[in-house]
């Protein structure tokens, strides 16, 4: 037998070792090819050697050596094999892949949540409709009549100033112009000329003023407004039912206070302030509604009266979840929102 034609042999068992050993998946085929190759008696290793004597004699030592070396090559695949294989007793589909031990707990996946805001504008929704209130919704792009018309402030007023509003169209400030509503107070209008009294709405929603972000302030912030109107609604009803909203949301010991101020659509006017923590912390105003005001939407103000109020929620957000910095709502960073 010539060396070439014995060599091409050791070869050929040498490259299908390689191949096999590197595509076993489990114990029983790594033992399966170890036989095959290594096995003592049949392996083709053995069955290559037992060909060495018909290799020329001079050709012997040369032939010796590279059976050595293919042979330790196979033996270091079939080892290779099986420290993958975890010394024979994984199962698992894919080399270097981890093992799976059912008996483990799962792993679980972190989910993702609603935004605090959205999350304290369900919770006031819910408190509020037990209070008897239904939620009622408007556009975020107004006109001037529903943002400061019919809510008796006139065109002369500084509430108007196109630097305190952000105006769609500058040059049509005054004549029909649209700009981002920048109170919510808009609602009870659109509210009031859809239906006749009595009324008991709450609605929430986004506001939008030119102000520079800081600690308190956003350019993009949420109000809550609320109105009723009805026959023989007092000035009371609306203490009563903003003392009865700041319990079920802040707690039983929070203290309510009315400070006289003034709007353009309430008469009297309040700012409404909660003592909680020992701190008084203004959240907004409140008042009973201007007779121009009902009579704008058609209403007869010697018929009904009416109580709104309109409420800061971030801030009622912010006290109650100890948060100091109102732009960490509208950062989107995880690590903040999480939490809530
Ligand atoms: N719209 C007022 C604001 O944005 C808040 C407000 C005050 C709403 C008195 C009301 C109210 O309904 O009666 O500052």
């Given at each position: 037998?010539?060396l070439g034609?014995?060599l ?23 033992e ?11 392996g083709r ?10 290799v ?5 030592p ?9 042979k ?37 996946i972190r ?14 929704k819910?408190i ?11 556009p975020e ?13 006139p065109?002369?007023?500084?509430a108007?100033?196109p630097?305190?509003n ?5 040059a049509g ?9 920048s109170q919510?107070?808009?609602?009870q ?24 972000a ?5 350019p993009?912030?949420?109000q ?7 026959s023989?609604v007092?000035?009371a009803?609306?203490?009563s ?15 309510i ?17 909660y003592h ?25 103000p010697?018929?009904?009266?009416g109580?709104?109020?309109g409420?800061?929620?971030?801030r009622l ?9 109102i ?14």
């Amino acid at each position: 037998m010539a060396l070439g034609e014995f060599l091409a042999e050791l070869d050929k068992v040498a490259a299908d070792a390689a191949a096999t050993f590197e595509s076993v998946l489990d114990s029983d085929s790594l033992e399966a090819a170890r036989v095959e190759f290594l096995g003592a008696k049949q392996g083709r290793l053995k069955a290559v050697q037992k060909q060495m004597g018909q290799v020329d004699k001079a050709d012997r030592p040369a032939a010796g050596k590279r059976l050595n070396a293919v042979k330790g090559q196979v033996e270091a695949a079939f080892e290779q094999a099986r420290d993958r294989l975890g010394a024979g007793k994984s199962n698992s589909p894919k080399a270097g892949a981890e093992q799976f031990d059912p008996t483990l707990p799962g792993r679980s996946i972190r989910q993702g949540h609603l935004h605090p805001i959205t999350q304290t504008i369900e919770t006031l929704k819910e408190i509020m409709a037990g209070l008897g209130f239904s939620i009622a919704e408007g556009p975020e792009i107004e006109d001037e009549w529903h943002n400061f018309e019919a809510l008796n402030i006139p065109l002369v007023h500084p509430a108007r100033d196109p630097l305190d509003n952000f105006y769609l169209s500058v040059a049509g400030v005054g004549k029909g112009a649209l700009l981002l509503r920048s109170q919510t107070s808009t609602v009870q209008i659109r509210i009031m000329e859809k239906m006749p009294p009595p009324v008991r709405i709450i609605t929430l929603g986004r506001v939008y003023r030119p102000d520079t972000a800081d600690a308190t302030h956003y350019p993009m912030f949420h109000q809550m407004e609320g109105l009723l109107v009805d026959s023989h609604v007092t000035m009371a009803d609306l203490k009563s039912v903003l003392r009865m909203f700041a319990t079920s949301y802040l707690g039983a010991d929070v203290h309510i206070r009315f400070r006289p101020s003034f709007f353009p659509f309430t008469e009297p006017s309040v700012e409404v302030d909660y003592h909680w923590n020992d701190q008084w912390i203004e959240f907004g105003g409140a008042g009973m509604v201007d007779p121009n005001v009902l009579q704008a939407v058609g209403y007869d103000p010697e018929q009904v009266t009416g109580f709104a109020f309109g409420l800061g929620i971030e801030r009622l957000c912010m006290r109650r979840h100890n948060i100091t910095d109102i732009r960490e709502f509208y950062r989107n960073d995880v690590r903040f929102l999480h939490q809530f």
